[in-house]
């Protein structure tokens, strides 16, 4: 073989060598995708399976707060036969008119917490003053306008309670016009869940029998929240409140 055939031969040997190289190149690169694809699959299936887990977790979290809380509201309900069922009541109204307010609300789930245990401080108001079956003396009254205070200080111990929930137990007895208690808030210096709240506990506590009066018609108890708007209530509240469906006299 001359050597101008010998070096034509060898370019194609070389060409053909070039060309085996990059089909294995590409296998092996190819291969190396698939490798990797199945790692990125492997490490989004794990993260999806810690992220359910965690979910089950916070669910579960979720859920014994929930079942605390009502177990406890509960229990503080059994000292006061006369408003029994009361917790549960306002607390199902206030989420319902929190939410024609502003949705948004609700994705906090202190704000039913709050609504639950708006009177915890009373478990430390005297058996003789919370049971009376008459009206308060003005001492009494001074003790028994203790419990926002005492409330906030039992909630404030727990981590899960201190921020809206601490707000509708320390501020729902407040007024809008300054008039309330216990730090005499005013107009929109009082949290907006202690606003709502406040409707909806004087609703509820008018149209059920206390034991030194009878309970409301919900028309005329509906008449004396919207007297009191400006000054005891918000009145954007109020407006709220009475176009809510819930509260309106059967026709």
């Not at 965690?54 to 014994?64: I, P």
């Not at 245990?117 to 203790?146: N, Q, Y």
């Amino acid at each position: 073989m001359s050597k101008s055939n010998w070096n034509a031969d060898n370019g194609q040997l070389d060409g053909l060598v070039g060309q085996e190289g990059q089909a294995v190149a590409e296998d092996l690169a190819a291969a190396q995708a698939l490798r990797y694809a199945e790692e990125l699959r492997t490490l989004y299936a794990e993260e999806r399976k810690q992220r359910r887990t965690a979910e089950r977790t916070l669910e579960q979290l979720g859920d014994s707060y929930s079942t605390t809380v009502r177990a406890l509201a509960a229990a503080l309900e059994l000292r006061d036969d006369e408003t029994g069922g009361h917790a549960e009541r306002v607390t199902r109204l206030a989420l319902e008119l929190a939410r024609s307010i502003d949705p948004g609300l609700l994705d906090d789930p202190q704000l039913e917490y709050g609504f639950l245990l708006h009177d915890l401080g009373k478990i430390g108001v005297p058996d003789s003053i919370l049971l009376k079956p008459g009206p308060l003396t003005a001492r009494e009254r001074e003790t028994m306008r203790d419990h926002p205070i005492l409330g906030e200080r039992i909630v404030a111990r727990v981590p899960y309670l201190r921020g809206t929930a601490r707000h509708v137990v320390a501020a729902h007895h407040e007024r809008w016009d300054g008039e309330g208690y216990p730090r005499r808030l005013r107009a929109l210096g009082i949290p907006q869940c202690a606003r709502i709240f406040a409707v909806v506990d004087a609703f509820d506590a008018m149209t059920n029998e206390r034991p030194y009066r009878a309970a409301m018609k919900s028309d005329r108890a509906m008449a004396e929240i919207e007297r009191c708007s400006g000054s005891q209530f918000d009145p954007l509240v109020v407006e709220a409140f009475l176009s809510l469906q819930d509260v309106r006299p059967a026709a």
